[in-house]
């Protein structure tokens, strides 16, 4: 990768390597789809399962919040004005596994209320973007990397989440043209201009990497599907 082509030309070439790469995405539970689907996510069904699963798997792994998600959907926990109505100790113990469980029911609880207040998930797709985003902050909780996941696949809001691990992987593979993590999200939704299925295919692939291969300690260079192409390996860093 030359770092002198921009952050713009760097993404678009990472998505070329994640079109052929559906089975490594597909092994670390992200399902390409039509770009509106809800399968993008875990392949579950609806907007407000993303919703509930983008909050569990803060600080978890993937397995253990689709886990925690089954066994809400066993006990009937999937419905808006349920979750709504629901105790903390009712939610907590249905996703006892997930860390914080406590503390992530109150927000799924929260969460619920709040659409409800407002007239369901389809008011919230409603919403401005940024007025969205806003009022998903609002929620205790909910942090930047979780809202902008759940406008993104729950809402299909053309975003890119900035999260810890797709920040690692695009400042390992296009090098500098990823320090300015500021602005970093916006200038990947210009690159790409704000085509939805394109940022989800790009959160995906990213997250698959970061997860499988671009390890924060000890990475696997060798195995990973990005290659010579990534900076980080063709300098010698991922040796020392």
């Known amino acids: 990768m030359d770092p002198g082509k921009g952050l713009e030309w760097c ?3 990472l998505l070329e390597v994640f079109e052929r790469s559906s089975r490594v995405l597909e092994e670390s539970q992200w399902f390409p789809s039509d770009p509106e689907s ?7 069904e609806t907007p407000l399962e993303i919703i509930v699963t983008a909050i569990l798997v803060k600080l978890s792994r993937w397995k253990t919040a689709l886990t925690a998600l089954e066994n809400m959907r066993r006990r009937g926990l999937l ?7 629901s105790s903390i100790d009712e939610i907590a113990e249905a996703i006892r596994g997930v860390g914080f469980a406590r503390s992530k029911a109150w927000t799924i609880i ?6 409800e207040s407002i007239g369901g998930v389809e008011a919230l797709k409603d919403m401005d973007t940024a007025i969205a985003r806003r009022e998903l902050l609002r929620i205790d909780g909910i942090g930047r990397e979780t809202a902008d996941s759940i406008l993104l696949f729950a809402l299909n809001k053309p975003v890119f989440p900035v999260t810890r691990l797709s920040l690692r992987v695009l400042k390992r593979y296009c090098g500098e043209n990823a320090d300015d993590y500021r602005n ?3 200038r990947v939704e210009d690159a790409l201009e704000r085509d939805l299925y394109k940022l989800k295919l ?14 924060n300690n000890k990475p696997l260079c060798g ?10 390996r063709s300098s010698g860093q991922a040796g020392q």
């Open 11 to 13: 993404v678009k070439n």
């Open 38 to 44: 809800t399968r993008w996510w875990g392949g579950v």
């Open 79 to 85: 419905d808006l004005s349920r979750l709504s109505r």
């Open 110 to 115: 929260a969460i619920s209320r709040y659409i």
């Open 184 to 186: 970093v999200g916006e």
């Open 202 to 215: 790009l959160h995906a692939g990213l997250t698959s990497i970061a997860s499988r291969y671009c390890r």
């Open 223 to 232: 195995s990973c599907l990005l290659g010579d192409g990534c900076l980080y």
